[in-house]
């Protein structure tokens, strides 16, 4: 039986590495491409023919949803079959990547094996079998996935202590507003008595987190998502400005 023929898409490279290395040691797959820039996959696609296309949703230059409508436009005994890989679980991006053609829907984090399982059901089987599957168990997320959400959109890592510190700024907030008024009094030390470490680090590593943000391309694509401009890239904000930014919206979108 000839190997399903996959490429993949996401702007992580340590992803891509990860996904290449397991994926390709699967005896019923070929890992025929890998691509870290939304605009290098139409090309890919055509140059590679890949079965089956697994991408992230946000990536620089051209977004997930812009590229399935490319993909849309090509011929369809050359246009794969795609599986969207992202860090993104609201109900309207999910119904949109599905509308545009998408076959399947994961959220990170996910399962390898699991993955490997649904490029090889999506490849063989009728893509329309597998759309219900792909809603999530709750269409009510948590203040804490819904703040995982955006934080993934903007591209800060999980790993860096800023993160953290970012996260629980951000429920702070959201509990009791005013103390965004009182960041170096009461936030910052509140914070770095949960976390064992002292205030300065707290505001230094935020700082770092909401830079890495800046520098990974993806504000176009987060705003273009949401539909109106979130966050712009001549005006890096400071650390309560980014935590009063991040605060208001999932608190306009709680009460919306």
């Known amino acids: 039986m000839d190997k399903i023929r996959v490429m993949l898409a996401d702007d992580n490279l340590s992803l891509l590495r990860l996904l290449s290395d397991y994926l390709g040691r699967k005896p019923e797959l070929e890992v025929v491409a890998a691509v870290s820039d939304g605009v290098e996959i139409p090309e890919a696609v055509l140059k590679y023919a890949p079965q089956i296309l697994v991408m992230d949703i946000i990536m620089p230059r051209r977004d997930g949803f ?17 599986i969207v890989l992202t860090g993104l679980a609201r109900d309207d991006f999910i119904m949109r990547a599905i509308q545009l053609g998408a ?11 699991l993955l490997c399982e649904r490029i090889v059901e999506v490849a063989r089987e009728q893509p329309a ?11 009510e997320e948590s203040v804490d996935e819904r703040i995982t959400n955006l934080f993934l959109t903007l591209g800060i890592p999980a790993h860096i202590k800023g993160y953290q510190y970012l996260r629980e700024a951000v429920r ?31 505001e230094r590593a ?8 800046w520098t990974r391309g993806r504000l176009d694509a987060v705003n273009q998502m949401y539909g ?18 991040v605060s208001d ?7 919306a």
Request: aromatic content about 8%; overall charge positive; hydrophobic content about 45%.
């Open 66 to 82: 812009m590229t399935l409508e490319a993909l849309g436009g090509m011929d369809p005994a050359i246009r794969p079959r795609v």
């Open 249 to 255: 919206k999932l608190s306009a979108k709680k009460t």
């Open 129 to 139: 079998a597998m759309l219900a599957a792909a809603a999530p168990a709750s269409a």
């Open 206 to 213: 935020m700082r770092h987190a909401i830079e890495v943000a």
């Open 103 to 113: 076959s399947y829907y994961m959220v990170k984090p996910f399962d390898l094996e």
């Open 172 to 202: 702070m907030v959201l509990e009791n507003h005013d103390v965004i008024n009182r960041i170096t009094k009461e936030l910052y030390p509140g914070i770095a008595r949960k976390f064992d470490t002292s205030a300065s680090k707290v």
């Open 228 to 245: 109106y401009r979130v966050f712009a890239r001549e005006d890096k904000p400071t650390n309560g400005e980014f935590i009063a930014m």
